[in-house]
């Protein structure tokens, strides 16, 4: 089954009477449960492409169907909705609150949702050890690691059960072994739960676990498809 397809997607920015024609016409299709890198030099649009499957930017022309649904034709209000709901984000500089423990940061999508407050209580624990972060789940995120933040991170993305995780350099901040940890961890919740897994990456390390790697270069996918044995 098809999870997200890309349909000629344009982007275009706007500054002042200045146009930047960002994507200049994207094909792609993405199956649940992938594994998927996106490498490029820096400005080649990766983050672009990134924030429009995540519904954090509106396209200029194409087409986005998240499972099935066009959501190029979804109003504003709708399409934060789909984004708290249907997808999980991953950053480079993690986005946690920090004043808030991992157990309440991985807890936090859940408020959004109509789940009781038994079954959220569940998923968030078994989310927590599944992570090892058990012994840190009372812990504010300011305090603890690296690895460890970016584990909660994780755990964000995963508790509202995503159509897909997209995650921006998630390992950029991390030194090289802490980084490589948490990619193995992301490809261990892609095969064991089969969660779909869209990341941009500049390390050649971490490119080598991806299934599937694409390459943009000036707005525009270079290869039809990479797929690694
Ligand atoms: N909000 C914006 N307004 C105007 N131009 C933008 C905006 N965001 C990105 N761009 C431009 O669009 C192009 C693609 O940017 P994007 O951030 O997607 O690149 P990237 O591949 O993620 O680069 P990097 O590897 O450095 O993160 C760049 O030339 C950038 O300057
Ligand atoms: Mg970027």
Redo the contacts with the bound molecule.
């Keep these: 089954m098809k999870n997200v397809e890309l349909r000629n997607i344009k982007k275009i ?1 706007k ?1 002042g009477k200045i146009e ?1 024609e ?1 994507l200049k016409g994207v094909d792609l299709k993405i199956n649940k449960g992938e594994f998927i890198a996106i490498v ?1 030099p ?8 990134l924030n429009l499957i995540g519904c954090l930017d509106n396209i200029t022309s194409g087409k986005i169907f998240l499972e099935e649904e066009d959501i190029s034709l979804l109003k504003p209000k709708e399409l934060t909705e789909l984004r708290r709901k249907k997808i999980g984000f991953i950053f480079q500089t993690f986005n946690l609150m920090p004043v808030l423990t991992v157990y309440e940061n991985i807890e936090f999508p859940l408020f959004f949702s109509k789940i009781s407050s038994k079954i959220r209580k569940e998923k968030v624990q078994s989310l927590i050890e599944e992570l090892g972060l058990e012994n840190v789940s009372k812990h504010r995120v300011s305090d603890i690691s690296g690895g460890q933040q970016q584990r909660t991170a994780i755990g964000r993305a995963l508790i509202k059960d995503p159509i897909i995780v997209l995650a921006d350099e998630p390992t950029g901040n991390l030194d090289s072994e802490t980084g490589m940890r948490i990619i193995e961890l992301m490809k261990k919740l892609n095969i064991e739960k089969g969660v779909t897994f869209l990341f ?1 990456t500049h390390d050649i390390m971490i490119m080598n676990y991806a299934e599937i790697v694409y390459k ?1 270069r000036d707005g525009r996918i270079e290869n039809e498809k990479c797929i690694r044995m």
């Design positions: 920015y500054t930047y960002a490029g820096s400005g080649s649009g990766k983050t672009t492409l941009v943009l």
